[in-house]
Nanobody
C-alpha cells in the first residue's frame, strides 16, 4: 500500500502565492508518476498538474499554465506545487495523486491514479 500525505495550503489574498508538498511512501526503490487535482465546492475533481517519474515531463491544465509549477525531489517520491498569482477561482481542496499502474501517456484523469492523499484546502477570497 502506498501512503500519500500532502502539506501546505491555507488562505491567501488574490495575487499571492502558496506552496503545496506531497510525499508518497510504501514502495522502496520505485518512482511514481504523480499529480495534483483540485475539487471546488459543488464541482467535480479536476486535473491541475502532473509530473513524470523522472521529472523530465510536466503537464498543466490551461487555467494554471504560467502561474503554477510542479516539481519533484530528484531522489524521492516527493512533489511540490508552487502556486503564484492565485485567483479566487483557484479556491478548492487540492489532492495529491500517485500513479503506480497507469499508462505513462495518461495523466489527466482521476482513473489514471491509484492512490490519493487526504486533500488540503486552498482559499483565495474574492
Amino acid at each position: 500500500q502506498v501512503h500519500v500525505v500532502e502539506s501546505g495550503g491555507g488562505s491567501v489574498q488574490a495575487g499571492g502565492s502558496l506552496s503545496l508538498s506531497c510525499a508518497a511512501s510504501g514502495r522502496t526503490g520505485t518512482r511514481f508518476r504523480m499529480g495534483w487535482f483540485r475539487q471546488a465546492a459543488g464541482k467535480e475533481r479536476e486535473f491541475v498538474a502532473a509530473i513524470s517519474w523522472s521529472g523530465d515531463n510536466t503537464y498543466y491544465t490551461d487555467s494554471v499554465k504560467g502561474r503554477f509549477t510542479i516539481s519533484r525531489d530528484g531522489a524521492e517520491n516527493t512533489i511540490f506545487l508552487q502556486m503564484n498569482s492565485l485567483k479566487p477561482e483557484d479556491t478548492a481542496v487540492y489532492y495529491c495523486a500517485v500513479s503506480e499502474f497507469g499508462h505513462a501517456a495518461n495523466y489527466a484523469r482521476t482513473i489514471d491514479y491509484d492512490y490519493w492523499g487526504q486533500g488540503t484546502q486552498v482559499t483565495v477570497p474574492s
